[in-house]
Structures are given as structure tokens and as C-alpha cells.
């Protein structure tokens, strides 16, 4: 089931202009930056990318960039505070009519999963708590991607990394809720997989002013171990799955905007990715897909329980 959509209704009706060039030093087929070029597309060309350590930092090699935009790197804990100083200088430069307000910009902090979820999360909460008017978008590769590939709070159970080689023994951190239990106007997921969705969020949020949090899921090809030609097609089985669920939260209160009536099972999202081949072979590891297959089902049973009432 699909809600219905206001803004667009095919990918036809996305803005053309690109604001990030072809041709960057990131891994082929990379999720994240897929996601970042829509997102960027659809939020326009006056912002200003507030980038944590990380894969995106490969994009401005010195003196090249891809991004059409201004840019400012922070530390991995930092970009949250990055994107106060900068709202406002620009709030104070327009008030005192030293910048006109027609090049006012969007502030957007570009991080991933272990600086939104683990290093960063401290600055982030006092942002979100003193209501920043600022966008958030967190390309979730569930790793500490940019270092090869350690485990973060974001690396779903059963998953190896450099540091789990046994597979990891936790569940995700769920960063969706960490923030909406903060009170923002605007948390949800997205995917690379669904640009509509992803643009449908965007013009809903735009109207609101405070802290808004995109968080999307970002196929990782070295990481995941998958050839760059099928991330797609596992984006897509991520949702098909129920393992990545579209979502948004307005004011707390939280709707899905697709819901997997008839969810393939996670098997067919696992197997593919080198990260879970160890619970294929060489015995299959049927006591932990059973378990994230679990979680997957409870999570469906209660949110489509709580979404009749
Ligand atoms: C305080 C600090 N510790 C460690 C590093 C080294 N470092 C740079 S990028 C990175 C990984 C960042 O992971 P994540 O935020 O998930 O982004 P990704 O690399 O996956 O894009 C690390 C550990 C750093 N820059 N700063
Ligand atoms: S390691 Fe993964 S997240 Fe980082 S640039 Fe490569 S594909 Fe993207």
C-alpha cells in the first residue's frame, strides 16, 4: 500500500537541474551518493552541505568537487554544531541586510551512520533540542564506511564487518526514534530505490522550520560485497523485505508511506550480500535469519496495528 502523493507522482516530475556532478572518487553503484544527488536535486541549488568525516569527504579532493553547492567539513562528531554556526550567520547577515534574503540558504548536514548515530549524536541533540532550523540527511551504509568498514551502532544483526567477523551480535540503534523522542517536526526514511518517496518527504518537510532528519539507507557495494550493478534491486529488496520501512514522523506522530502487504522473506535481501554469507555456508544459520526475520515481523505486526487504530 502506497499513500497518496501530493507533489509527484512519477520520476518524470523531478526536477531536471543536477546539483552534483558525474564523477567522484566513491566506489561505483553507491547508494549514498545516489541518494544524495536526488535529495540535493529535489531541496534545490541554494544550500550549503555541512559534511562530517566520512565516504562523502572523498568528494572534495581538493581542488575538485562534484557539488555545485557550498560545502564545509566538520569533524565526525561535529556537524550538527557546524550547521548552528552557520544558520546563524546566515539569520544574522540577512537581519542586519548585509546578505539580501533572496540568497538565504538551506543548511544541510551530510553524515553517516556512525557520526548521526554514535559520534555526532551529542551535538545533534542539542540542536534538535534547541530547534534548529536546519535539514539532516544520514546515508546509513551501517558501517564506518570511509575506514574499511568497521562495525557501527547502525550494523544490523548477523552482519560482518572488520569487526565482527563472527557477525554482529546487536540490533540497529534505532536513530528514527532517538530523534522523534526529541520532538523535531520532521523525521523519516527514505531509500535510493523510491526518488518519489524521497521527493514527497522533502516538499512535506519544507514548510516546516526546525530540525528535520532524513535518514536513508545506503547500499554499500564493498562493504555489503555486492557487484555496483545490483544495488538497486537489493534497495528495492529492503523494502519489499519490511527490513527498511518508509516512514515519517510529522510532529511525532508517525505514518508509513508504503507498507509490504505480501513481505518477501529476509532471505532474499541476506543472501545475495557477502556481509550475511556466512549464514548460508557452508551451514545455513537458521536460528539467526529466524531471528532477524523476527524482529522484521513484530516490527510490521505493531506498526500496521498502530496505523488501523
Ligand atoms: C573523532 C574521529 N575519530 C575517527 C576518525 C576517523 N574516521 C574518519 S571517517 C570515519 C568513519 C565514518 O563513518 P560513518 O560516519 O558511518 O561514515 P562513512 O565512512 O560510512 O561514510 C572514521 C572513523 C575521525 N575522523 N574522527
Ligand atoms: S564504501 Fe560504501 S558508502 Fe563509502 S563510498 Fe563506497 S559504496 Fe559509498
Redesign the pocket.
Known sequence: MKVTREHYRSVKDLPSAEFVAPGSPLCAGCG?LTTLRLFHKVLGGKVVVVN??????LMATYPFTPLRSSWLYT???SPSAGAQGLRDALDILIESGRLPADENLEVLVL??????????LSSTSGAIHRGLNFWYLC?????????G??A?P?SPLGSLTATSPLGTPWSKKDIFEIWRSHRPPYVATISPHDAVDLAEKIERARPLCGPKLFVSL?T?PP?WGFEPAMGDELAKLAIETGIWPLKEATDGSIRHTFIPEHRRPVEAYLEPQRRYRHLFHPDRRDDVIAAIQAAVDRYWDAAIASERC
Do not use: K
Open positions: 549514498g562530517a568525516a566520512g565516504c562523502m569527504t569533524t565526525m562528531a553524515a553517516g551512520d556512525g557520526s548521526t548515530i554514535d559520534m555526532g546515508y546509513d551504509n551501517e558501517a564506518y564506511g570511509n575506514t568498514f568497521q557501527s547502525a545506503a554499500c562493504g
